[in-house]
């Protein structure tokens, strides 16, 4: 005779959410790292599965072994304030093997149609 299925309850936190319920995913990042490159296309995907129910907020974290990191992480956030964080963050992780300074961020925000000053 086959046993029978047991489930199990697990405690999980309750994740946080947005005033309209979408499920808050907290992206800590490094603009100027290779491996924080490599998150993008995952982070596209559940954007894509999930649309509205998912809220993707970039926080920053800067590592000092990434000289630029500090300058990109200051040019995200004027993005944002412009609408344009999430655009900014990926085209800068996609560019990291072409900056060579902190202009070619500011490069980036005008590509974009930013108001770079």
Known sequence: MAEAL????VDAPTP????????VLEWWVD?????TADSVEPLDELRERFGDGLEVRV?????????WAVAA??????????GQGW??????LHAIDEIEGPADYVDLAEHLGLDED
Do not use: K, M
């Open 16 to 23: 946080r959410r947005t005033d309209s319920g979408a499920v």
């Open 73 to 82: 992480a200051q040019c995200q956030v004027e993005a944002d304030a412009q």
């Open 6 to 9: 047991r489930i199990t309850e």
């Open 59 to 67: 926080r920053h974290f800067p590592l000092t072994n990434h000289v």
């Open 87 to 92: 655009a900014y963050a990926v085209r800068a």
């Open 31 to 35: 603009l100027a790292c290779p491996d």
